[in-house]
């Protein structure tokens, strides 16, 4: 059974974690999106900085509450914020 | 006609914009080409910009954009290409193009369209000096720009 | 670097324009094209337009042209072409384009070159339909446009 | 000894008068671009309303004062409002 969350680190996100990606574990009935944000601050304390300019980004959607729910089998993004071109 | 808008990991081509931006009744056409620039502000230049992308929102958001330019501004034929991976210094990063009747509205979109890709796409740049690594002497956020 | 300025009897190519305007810190490229639309309104399409030129004059307020988009806007290169004689539809019978460090420039400095250049060069069109002549039904002036 | 002005003549105007090209004779003086343009409408009726709307041009430079003198051996150009693009 899926009880992990799959985390995708972008940009200065990745480089305050130093990885791509990371299976993070929550509860089977899932965790609120900002709690699962102090989680991580709390694991990767360089990455907090990076937490508070981003947008959280779940199964490819913009998180918009910080209650959304994500549950074990999502994909959860942090997206710095963008500068391409 | 969203399948004008890709992610590449090859090198983009302005002449490609130019046909895919063909048609009998669009006598505008405004293509835009950002390209990666030496920067010439630090202690070490830059040779490439690394492009990172999260591919399935990227898509999402420039088909958005790609139907903003059609209905806002009336673009009949568009272009929305990004490379993503390393580019060199003087590749292209990214295209824009609009084919429109009249050259005024294929301006609007064209600009529309770069100004806003580079706020709303998730796709992220790192410079890259010319060990492979970041500029010595650079603070981030990295400031080289392909296009300004 | 005024060779950027063209009259030309043979077919515009947007490739050759963004081959013209490449270079290491130029970030920001715009290339304008217009194409000879056919005509939607009149009882005729218009299959060509036959574009008369006084050459002289002509490439002197070209190149005065190009001179003002590099000082006022910082244009690095600039390609200033027009094409001459009977220019069928859908194909090419303007181009302007310009490299600059930044997209701001390179957008402001083009939509000032095609401006100017469509009220200050002298350069004219006589719309053909079919038959090779003006479309019937026509009034002077000419309304067909390559772009608007 | 040249006696003529090279008249041009373009778009609605050469259409007017059904040529591009005219020799012109001038007196040996010259004779004011004004002038030259109203005997250009005599003798041709159907240029005069294009005349009213048109640019002189004098050996490629635009005449500013209607004063201006043409010459033997210069070239003379009508210009309609341009329509390039």
Known sequence: MVRAVRV?????????????????TVPPEGIQASELARELATAFPKLAPTL???????????????????RPGDEFAVHPPYGGG | MTGSVRLSRRPLSMASAARALAGPDLGGVVVFAGRVRRDRRGPARVRAIDYEVHPGPALEVMRRLDRDARRRYGAEEVVLWHRVGRVPAGE?????????????????????????????????????????????GRRHPPTGRSSG
Chains 1, 4 share one sequence.
């Not at chain 1, 680190?9 to 791509?20: E, P, Q």
């Not at chain 1, 981003?54 to 994500?70: E, Q």
């Not at chain 2, 990214?94 to 706020?119: E, N, Q, S, T, W």
Request: without cysteine; glycine residues 6%; charged residues 30%.
């Open chain 2, 92 to 136: 292209i990063a990214v295209i824009v193009g609009v084919a429109a009747g009249h050259r005024a509205p294929a301006f609007a979109a064209a600009r529309y369209l770069i100004d806003v890709l580079k706020r709303t796409v998730p796709i992220w740049k790192t410079e890259r000096a010319r060990s492979g690594r970041r500029p010595r």
């Open chain 1, 8 to 24: 995708l680190l972008f940009a200065t996100a990745r480089t305050a974690v130093g990885r791509r990606e990371l299976e993070w």
């Open chain 1, 52 to 70: 508070r300019a981003s947008r959280l980004v779940r199964n490819g959607h913009p998180v918009d509450r910080p209650t959304t729910r994500i």
